[in-house]
């Protein structure tokens, strides 16, 4: 059974510094992170394609956070830097099993999902 489990979520103030990550049990091509807010649609952040390397960056967290994958290549992390109240939200994991020198930031494109670990950031 695949299971993708994040941890790491919690309260942080504006400007502040947070990581996420995500322990998966098996090996993936391409590797997510989305975020859902209250009321809003959830949207793909930053992802990485596992063979190649290769990441994108949603446009509102670029130069603000940092995908990463774990030395052992089952462990996914997410650095988060100048964190706004706007970055508050449910963030998850997702493992698709396509691509792999690319990725994509689309959830059309991930097999597996965790359940998620809650981002709040406020003063």
């Given at each position: 059974q695949v299971q993708l489990l994040e941890s790491g979520g919690g309260s942080v103030q504006p400007g502040g510094s947070l990581n996420?990550?995500?322990?998966?049990?098996?090996?993936?091509?391409?590797?997510?992170?989305?975020?859902?807010?209250?009321?809003?649609?959830?949207?793909?952040?930053a992802c990485i394609g596992r063979r190649g390397g290769a990441?994108?960056?949603?446009?509102?967290?670029?130069?603000?956070f940092i995908i990463t994958q774990g030395s052992v290549e089952k462990t996914l992390y997410l650095q988060m830097n100048s964190l706004?109240?706007?970055?508050?939200?449910?963030?998850?994991?997702?493992?698709?099993?396509?691509?792999g020198l690319w990725c994509s930031l689309d959830d059309r494109d991930y097999d597996y999902w965790g359940?998620?670990?809650?981002?709040?950031v406020s003063s």
């Amino acid at each position: 059974q695949v299971q993708l489990l994040e941890s790491g979520g919690g309260s942080v103030q504006p400007g502040g510094s947070l990581n996420v990550s995500c322990s998966e049990s098996i090996y993936p091509d391409t590797m997510a992170w989305f975020r859902q807010a209250l009321g809003k649609e959830r949207e793909g952040i930053a992802c990485i394609g596992r063979r190649g390397g290769a990441t994108r960056y949603i446009d509102s967290v670029k130069g603000r956070f940092i995908i990463t994958q774990g030395s052992v290549e089952k462990t996914l992390y997410l650095q988060m830097n100048s964190l706004k109240s706007e970055d508050t939200a449910t963030y998850y994991c997702a493992a698709g099993l396509g691509g792999g020198l690319w990725c994509s930031l689309d959830d059309r494109d991930y097999d597996y999902w965790g359940q998620g670990t809650q981002v709040t950031v406020s003063s």
